[in-house]
């Protein structure tokens, strides 16, 4: 990093050869740069549809969301607040790692849910009156040089479609009229600062104990999501879901907890992720029974279970998922026992989200089912074993969106409504110093989906990524090096085979088969499902072609084959594409054709590259 000794220099030399710059920084016009274009691009500190249009559409705010739904919520809060009453919500502060090393900023989920400003420095303010009015920070010259430009008053204005806008030191003027003609406040308490509460109109307020927390009414507005805050979060299951089946295939090879730590995060931001939900738990061993385990940093014996539980946030959405499985690619049988009876419980769980539930009935029951189950096992000496709590101290799941525990004022006793998401988490944690048999010490095992409650039940987010037993077992044992030289030549194809030398891999729970010779004794194999491997063959010593450009899944992918390639792939933008999912999902002209269509399996939602390895 560098050093700040010469910045007067650096900054006198940049008046000299960019006064634009120096001189009317805030127009944020990057005028002295030299770009490939005729048109100058405005930089307001985050992305715009001018400066990344591929992240954002012409009328978004924020990827994603429109400016139309951000006036929407804004209204929906006015509607919400009392009359004569003022909301205060100011943007979270930037925390220092050292004395000048910041932590990576991420912007508070009620500020941004507002704003649309995913910068630090403001503080925005809501009234029946005056509508939506942004304080915002201003740039000084060397902060620029150091820090990049930031949204000022003509981006709160043009960008963030405020009503009005001043810069932060018109506050302590402003502020205070509008507060005294108010009866009530409510502020964001968490990012609360004293650049408001020191004001003496604000402090007279909270005096008569008419200051408040305004999550209150935010958290019920975040509850249920809109179709398009929906999409973001089903891209964000869908990044997650495949970043966490490459980190299993690379589990057998790299069994430590800080390598696959790593290569989560790793293939979530190579898919668009800007950053992780939160520090990966990644738990071999007795480490799996610490619930939010976050050393990362102990080799995976052979043998032992890794729970991974991760998440990653696309534009302000976050996911969280969590699976458990045996690196070396088999289950004992005390940790198959264990393992079934949480997976039971999730899915009798799932089948109990609708809407008109609530999380504390479902949590009620899976504290029956695992105390059930545990008593049977002979762990618990009876159903109402106050062990079990220790066992498992947790809640079956929690609100998911803008935040990990999201919407924590909104009662988990509330009946849930289509549009909100929840997650289904039973687990069971035995630490090692456990008082029971000694052959289910040191497992932790957790199985946790995203649900999107819908009109008529539920969806999970998270189905593309196996649970089963068998589901793990065989993608461990068959895929962990993809489907390489070896394994096609144990499993080729004969020359009359339907794909005509396009091979598509169906891995039943105990062997593979090319498509052609399943769909001959489907009657044998109806119901089965596998992993589908389809690549297009470049040579006849089975060498791959390994692509890095987007793929994009559509409800049905359909393969038109001549022979030794692909002629046209259509519903996903690649010539390779690992899925799961079941023969009756699979269509084969008849006669055969070369054309082969498959139905695309939930969870897969998000442009995302390739599957490499």
Known sequence: MRSRTNESALLKVLTI?????????????????????????????????????????????TPGISSEEYILRRKKLLELLPEKSLA?????????????????????????????CQQPGGVAILGHDCGL????????????????QIAGVGAALDTFKADKAYPMRKLHEILPDMIRVSSRLFHNVQTATPAYMELEAFKKLAYCNNVRDL???????????????????????????????????HSKTYPFEGMLAAKVEYECKMRGAQRMGFNPVVGGGPNGSVIHYSRNDQKIKHGDLVLMDVGCELHGYVSDLTRTWPPCGSFSSAQDELYELILETSKQCVELCKPGASIRQIHNHSVAMLQKGLKEIGILRDVGSSAYHMLNPTSIGHYLGMDIHDCSMVS?????????????????????????????????????????????????????????????????????????????????????????????????????????NALNFQH????????????????????????????????????????????????VKTKELLVWMTLSDIYVDDPPTGKITFKTPAGLFQDIPSLSF
């Open 412 to 516: 988990f006793d509330c009946p849930l409504k289509p549009g909100v998401v929840i997650t289904i988490e039973p687990g069971v944690y035995i630490p090692s110093s456990f008082n029971g048999p000694e052959r289910y010490r040191g497992i932790g095992i957790r199985i946790e989906d995203e649900v999107l409650i819908t009109e008529t039940g539920y969806e999970v987010l998270t189905a593309s990524i196996p649970k089963e037993v068998k589901q793990i077992e065989s993608l461990l044992n068959n895929f962990c090096h993809g489907i390489g030289v070896d394994s096609q030549n144990n499993f080729r194809a004969t020359s009359g085979d339907l794909p005509n030398y396009l091979h598509v891999w169906l891995l039943c729970p105990t062997q593979c088969f090319s498509l052609y």
């Open 215 to 249: 999550s209150v009414y935010t958290h019920q507005l975040r509850w249920i999501k809109s179709p398009a805050e929906l999409k973001l979060m089903k891209e964000s299951a869908s990044i997650a879901c495949q970043a966490l089946l490459l980190t299993m295939l």
């Open 17 to 61: 050869e960019a006064p634009t710059l120096a001189a009317s920084y805030a127009p944020h016009v990057l005028g002295f740069r030299s770009y490939c274009t005729d048109r100058v691009v405005v930089d307001i500190g985050q992305p715009t549809p001018e400066s990344h249009p591929q992240l954002l559409k012409d009328g978004e705010i």
């Open 133 to 148: 009015c942004m304080f915002m920070p201003e740039a000084k010259p060397h902060d620029v040089i150091w820090q990049g």
């Open 88 to 116: 205060i919500i100011a943007a979270a502060p930037v925390k220092m790692m050292t004395d000048v090393v910041p932590y990576t900023f991420r912007q508070d989920a009620d500020y941004l849910y507002i704003t649309g």
């Open 524 to 571: 044998y194999y109806e119901g089965r499902q596998g992993f589908v491997w389809l690549k297009q063959m470049k040579s006849t010593n089975h060498k791959f072609e390994k692509i890095g450009k987007l793929v994009s899944y559509a409800p049905e992918v359909t393969a038109y084959v001549e022979f030794g390639k692909i002629k046209k792939l259509t519903g």
